[in-house]
């Protein structure tokens, strides 16, 4: 990288972060492009109906909080608050505007209330353990659970628990999940899986289909971007330009991969706080199943910080090599794969 550009460099794999469950919780809001997320934003494809009929359906739900309300003088009747079920399941495909609607509920609730992968909230019960987070969480009026894993029996049961716990003390619930190890399909996303594996709960849930195609890649074509040295400064200069005080990391792409299996994945965002933009050098493809799992789970908080990466080497969308893209955990790579293209499209 060239000496001229006036900016901060910092290596990933230098970092060791730490956080306690009480910071973890303090950071339950919905990732930072869907801070201005709400119904009237969330543009449907007019050639998936069911985009407009789960539009309609969650922003129906959203007024589950409606306070009762007299209609007349003191002897008049209380009008009742919506009635229904207490939780709602967005079942679709990747890229199909799931995390929109979710963070539009969100914002639409009262507070208490909190946003989070489950991956954040099974974190969360690990370091302040099961009591103490029931405590944490009892009085919200909503959890919000975007990416709901049902590839742990043991963290599924134990969110169940918590979730059911919860919901039996008032709390609404909200959830879109990723696809099981043994659910394939092309943007499929199992509801029946789903609600068999949170058994209790499943009849809490009204789940809600929303097809179409990825809004990641409806106007991007190809592979993510590849830069030389040359390409990486011109890169780094446009985002220094933007903010005088930009922090870059640039880190070999093997050594980042390793580094993140000494970290919780729950740890990722600390990881790359106060990033601008991330430079990988030399990527290849990935063979061992575990490092393209976590590499996953770390692209999933580049994209909900949004930061850019720039990368010399392979493309980034072709490093899940092998029988990745045929295996059980085929959607999460799909995923994976369309966010990587969109943070390399700068």
């Not at 990745?324 to 794969?337: D, N, Q, T, W």
Request: zero cysteines.
């Amino acid at each position: 990288m060239a000496s001229s550009i006036p900016t901060t460099l910092v290596r990933l794999v230098d970092r060791a972060p730490n956080l306690s469950g009480a910071e973890m919780a303090a950071v339950l809001v919905p990732p930072r492009q869907f801070d201005g997320a709400s119904f009237d934003s969330y543009r449907p494809d007019p050639d998936y109906p069911s985009q407009t009929d789960a539009l309609e359906i969650v922003r129906t739900f959203s007024t589950s909080w409606a306070p009762t309300t007299r209609t007349g003088g003191f002897f008049s009747r209380q009008k009742k608050a919506p009635t229904g079920p207490t939780g709602i399941y967005l079942d679709g495909g990747f890229g199909v505007g799931k995390t929109h609607l979710l963070a539009a509920l969100w914002h639409a609730a009262p507070g208490p209330k909190y946003f989070g992968t489950f991956i954040e909230y099974t974190a969360i019960v690990g370091a302040m353990g099961y009591a103490a987070a029931v405590k944490l969480f009892t009085g919200a009026k909503l959890i919000a659970i975007d990416e709901f894993e049902l590839d742990d029996p043991g963290d599924t049961m134990m969110m169940t628990r918590l979730l059911g716990e919860l919901s039996a003390s008032g709390t609404r619930l909200a959830a879109t999940s990723n696809t099981p190890p043994n659910a394939l399909g092309e943007g499929r996303f199992a509801a029946a899986d789903f609600l068999r594996e949170i058994q209790s709960l499943s009849d809490r849930f009204d789940t809600v289909r929303i097809d179409g195609l990825d809004y990641r890649r409806r106007d991007i074509e190809g592979h993510a971007r590849v830069l030389d040295d040359s390409g990486i400064d011109a890169a780094v200069s446009a985002v220094v330009q933007k903010s005088a005080s930009a922090s870059i990391s640039r880190d070999d792409f093997g050594g980042l991969i390793t580094h993140l299996g000494t970290i919780h994945p729950s740890k990722f965002v600390k990881l790359i706080d106060g990033i601008d933009a991330i430079v990988l050098d030399e990527v290849a493809p990935l063979h061992g199943q575990t490092d393209a799992l976590r590499f996953v789970a770390f692209i999933d908080r580049v994209y909900d910080a949004q930061i850019p990466i720039f990368a010399t080497g392979s493309p980034l969308d072709g490093v899940f090599a092998g029988d990745m893209m045929s295996g059980g955990y085929r959607k999460k790579y799909l995923r994976a794969v369309s966010r990587l293209i969109a943070s390399t499209q700068y």
